[in-house]
């Protein structure tokens, strides 16, 4: 599973998705790769995410610089 923006709510989520033996590849620029790391994940770059996951799920907050963070082309890879 990739969880884009490992914040708050992508933690839990990150969590709860271990439980029933996910694994987790994160991504988000302002979380350090440790907090991941320590939780059972894997911080990569969003091109990583999107090409080796199965599942994603999206925890960040429109704004400017997300809004359209990710569309069809991201989806086509």
């Known amino acids: 599973m990739g969880i884009v923006g490992f914040g708050r709510i992508g933690q839990v989520v990150c969590r709860k998705a271990l439980a029933f033996g996910f694994e987790i590849l994160a991504c988000d620029p302002f979380v350090p790769a440790e907090t991941a790391t320590k939780l059972g ?24 610089e997300t809004r359209n963070m990710i569309g069809a082309a991201e989806l086509a890879s």
């Open 41 to 64: 994940g894997k911080m990569v770059d969003m091109p990583t995410l999107l090409k080796e996951s199965d599942f994603v799920t999206l925890h960040s907050p429109l704004i400017p």
